[in-house]
Every structure is written in structure tokens, then in C-alpha cells.
């Protein structure tokens, strides 16, 4: 019975992809759902005393690496496709054929920068944690132009070893306005060939730490994510912010429970699909195949999409910023 029931699945999916144009002119617009992994370690994972990933976010631990090829096979069996957004360091380990994989399975690969750096740092030791232990290796360089370099040396990376230019740009953290006020950045960015950035992450609320949230916590992070679509600085650039709860917010800042995460991303989804708003999950493989080793987030994502036959697709960012164009 499950097997008829998949394949039904799948075979609703595939016509929903080829027809989400055609929908859109006479329906309101399917929701657009967007599953993203930051490709980086992340402190307090796989150990609460873990910090040392701080200097090395961009090497990858196994684990990691085969939690996102997994979660890619299962998004691409829901019909759609992950986008991933890669560290530079990570190329300069000896074996990328994992990233590889993904790209040749149609997923997509965009740019964090090279060491994981803080976009909106007043001065050089923001940056991040390794120039503060190694300054020498920004070589007398300014905050702007070492943040440039940066990112700049991360296209090269994905360049040279996987052959592709970068899938758009995410910023490392995500800031509540996102770019605004900051017509340097978005220019520094359109220059160094990005249409699209994701670079906000809207405040919401989290409730008390350790405690199942309230319904009024996840109201607010419907909210939330609501007020944060796809839109244009006056640069040009477009931003396409990322929607909360992210599972750093859930399982770092409020130690929640696996099953209050896939409650609140759930109750968040219900509230995007029925709107045909832009939905733009954010998550890391380090910290989820610690906290949801069994892949109940991304199942429950591909399964609500699937769910709602052509009022929702599955997509990479670069769709949203077709929309939003
Ligand atoms: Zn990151």
C-alpha cells in the first residue's frame, strides 16, 4: 500500500514541476519551499563542549558529509532539489566527490565565504575567530576588502574544484534587517557577480530554553517568517531571507526537543503553503545528524509539499529569485 501511495506521490510531484508556470497564471502562485544546508561544523555539535570547530568551520566531518548526501536523495525523491551553501576550507580537503555528486544529481552548491566570515564586522578581529588567532593571513588587509577577498576566494575554491560558479550567496549568520542600510556590501556582492544574496534571518521569539513552546511562540515565529519574502535593495541586489525556526535557533539557543522543532516548523509551513508564500528552511548536517539522525525534518518538509499537490513545489533559492524578479 505504501508503495502505491509513494509512486502516486511522485508522479503528482513531476507534473506539479512541469506545471508551476502554467498554475501561476491563473491561480495564486504555489508556494515555493526552499530545503538549505550551510555545509559547516558548528560549535556545541556533536558535543555540548565543542568549540573548536570556530577555527576550522570548513572541515567537514564525515558524518556530515553523508547526512547531506542522504538528505539530498530524499528531497530529490519528493521532486525536489537541496541547495547547499559551501565554506570555502571544505576544498581544501583531499576528497570533494561527495560535492560533486550533488551537483551532478542537480542539487545546487552557493558561497559562505572562505572562513566563515561576519559581514557586518566593525573591525578585524569580527571577522572571525581565525584571523584573531592568525591575523597575518589577512596580510594588512581592511575589514572591506578582507570580507571581499573572502568571498571572492571561495568562488575560486568551487571554481577550481568542482568546476562550477557558485549558486548565489548566503552570509554567515543571519542579521534581522538582513543587508539594509549597508549599500557597500550589496554593492560588493553585485560586483563579485551575485544577483541574489540570503542574509536575513528575521527576530521571532523562542520561548524559554528547554521548554516546549508555547503557542504563542510559534504564532510569532509565523509571524516572523511572514514579514521575511524575497525582496530588492535599492543596489539592486535581491534578498532572499531565511525563514525561521533554523535548527541552530532550536537546538543551540532554545535546547528544544526534536519533536517541538518539527511542531513549529510544521505549524510554520501550514501557514506558508496555504498563503503561497516563500519558504526557505535553514539547517546544517553537523548539527542535524546529531539532533535528527533520522531525517524526520526533511520528511516531514518533502511530505507536506507532496501533500499539497500544486500548491507548493520544492525548489533552490534560484527560483525564488526568478519569482521575485
Ligand atoms: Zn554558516
Known amino acids: 500500500m505504501m508503495i502505491h501511495r509513494r509512486d502516486f506521490l511522485k508522479a503528482s510531484v513531476g507534473a506539479i514541476a512541469s506545471s508551476t508556470l502554467a498554475v501561476a497564471s491563473e491561480s495564486p502562485s504555489p508556494a515555493l519551499i526552499a530545503i538549505t544546508l550551510d555545509l559547516e561544523m558548528a560549535r556545541n555539535f556533536p558535543r555540548w563542549e565543542e568549540t573548536g570547530w570556530d577555527y576550522e568551520k ?26 547547499t551553501f559551501a565554506v570555502g576550507q571544505t576544498f581544501e580537503q583531499e576528497n570533494v566527490d561527495w560535492m560533486k ?53 571561495c568562488t575560486q575554491a568551487m571554481e577550481t574544484r568542482l568546476g ?17 542600510g549597508r549599500e557597500d556590501l550589496q554593492r560588493m ?8 544574496a540570503s542574509c536575513q534571518y528575521p527576530a521571532h521569539p523562542i520561548g524559554e530554553p528547554m521548554k516546549r513552546p508555547a503557542s504563542a511562540t510559534i504564532d510569532g515565529i509565523i509571524e516572523a517568517q511572514k514579514g521575511a519574502q524575497p525582496r530588492r535593495y535599492p543596489t539592486g541586489l535581491l534578498e532572499i531571507p531565511m525563514s525561521p525556526i533554523s535548527d541552530i535557533g532550536a537546538f543551540r539557543n532554545g535546547r528544544w526537543e526534536l519533536s517541538w522543532f518539527l511542531e ?32 524526520q525534518a526533511i520528511d516531514l518538509i518533502c511530505r507536506k509539499v507532496v501533500n499539497a499537490g500544486p500548491k507548493a513545489a520544492i525548489v533552490t533559492l534560484d527560483r525564488f529569485a526568478e519569482r521575485a524578479r
Open 58 to 83: 570548513g572541515n567537514l566531518n564525515q558524518e556530515s558529509k553523508d547526512y547531506t548526501l542522504e538528505a539530498a536523495r530524499r528531497v530529490k525523491q519528493a521532486g525536489g532539489r537541496l541547495h
Open 101 to 153: 555528486q550533488l551537483i551532478h544529481e542537480g542539487h545546487a552548491i552557493g558561497n559562505h565565504t572562505y572562513d566563515h566570515v561576519y559581514l557586518l564586522a566593525k573591525d578585524l578581529p569580527d571577522l572571525q575567530y581565525r584571523f584573531q588567532r592568525a591575523p597575518w593571513l589577512l596580510e594588512g588587509r581592511d575589514v572591506a576588502s578582507a570580507l571581499r577577498e573572502n568571498i571572492r576566494r
Open 164 to 180: 562550477i560558479k557558485p549558486a548565489g550567496f548566503r552570509t554567515p549568520g543571519g542579521f534581522a534587517q538582513g543587508l539594509t
Open 189 to 196: 556582492l553585485l560586483d563579485l557577480g551575485f544577483t541574489w
Open 264 to 295: 513549529a516548523i510544521g505549524a510554520v509551513l501550514d501557514h506558508c503553503i496555504a498563503g503561497g508564500q516563500c519558504f526557505d528552511f535553514l539547517a546544517h548536517p553537523s548539527c542535524l545528524y546529531v539532533v535528527d539522525p533520522k531525517f
